[in-house]
């Protein structure tokens, strides 16, 4: 089935250092792609979406774009703070059998930033 | 506030035993996912309701059922509970049944099975 896979963490950065968490997919078609965070304590929240190929998803400073011939959608940051620190889950959409959609994440990328 | 609401936030429990946990979805919003997040197997797909129907189910064990009330509110039982359910329990709910639509998650419920 289609699936979606994340860099493993922890990745471990300085305050204002670039960001880059790689996600890559496999999918039937052509799924829409999602971030999504999750803060200690809390359950995940959307980060930002893509739904075509070429599509730039952006939301507080981070930053994703739906690579369809590498089939990754890989997120961004150019500065990130200590705030930043979280949990990452590249997310896709995937088809069951009776046509009924299901969000499939990633297991996850843990985000250190440190002061 | 994602305006999803579980409960309750913990539960300890022992071996053996059956719990209901709730999930009250956003207004507005007819599909219901449970998901259950562990350090080992990240987060996983157990069921989906969308306006009262099942509509789709990922690995979920047998030991485990769930149901979508007319109000749209869901809960999820577990029953005849090991040391593996120990876990993170999440409910999610969106507006549409097409995965389309973004997720907004409850802050989920913590069980521990001893």
């Known amino acids: 089935g289609d699936s979606v896979t994340q860099m493993e963490g922890p990745v471990t950065l300085s305050e204002e250092a670039f960001l880059t968490i790689n996600c890559t997919y496999t999918?039937?078609?052509?799924?829409?792609l999602f971030w999504y965070v999750q803060y200690p304590g809390e359950g995940l929240q959307l980060l930002l979406k893509?739904?075509?190929?070429?599509d730039k998803g952006s939301n507080k400073g981070f930053e994703a774009t739906y690579r369809k011939e590498t089939t990754s959608f890989h997120l961004e940051k150019g500065s990130v703070q200590v705030s930043d620190s979280a949990v990452y889950f590249c997310?896709?959409?995937?088809?069951?059998?009776?046509?009924?959609?299901?969000?499939?994440f990633g297991r996850g990328t843990s985000l250190i930033v440190h002061p | 506030d994602s305006g999803v609401t579980q409960t309750p936030k913990h539960l300890i429990t022992a071996t053996g035993q059956r719990v209901t946990l709730r999930c009250s979805p956003r207004?507005?919003?007819?599909?219901v996912y449970w998901y259950q997040q562990s350090l080992d197997q990240g987060l996983q797909f157990l069921i989906h309701?969308?306006?009262?129907?099942?509509?789709a189910k990922g690995n979920i064990l047998e030991r485990f059922s769930a149901q979508q009330f007319p109000d749209l509110h869901s809960e999820l039982n577990l029953s005849s509970l090991e040391l593996g359910d120990s876990a993170l329990y999440f409910c999610?709910?969106?507006?549409?049944?097409?995965?389309?639509?973004?997720?907004?998650f409850g802050n989920g419920t913590r069980l521990t099975v001893t």
């Open positions: 999610a709910s969106s507006v549409g049944g097409t995965g389309e639509s973004p997720l907004h």
């Open positions: 999918a039937t078609g052509y799924p829409s």
């Open positions: 893509a739904t075509k190929a070429d």
């Open positions: 997310a896709l959409r995937w088809s069951r059998t009776g046509g009924s959609y299901i969000p499939t």
């Open positions: 207004s507005g919003d007819l599909s």
């Open positions: 309701y969308y306006n009262g129907e099942e509509r």
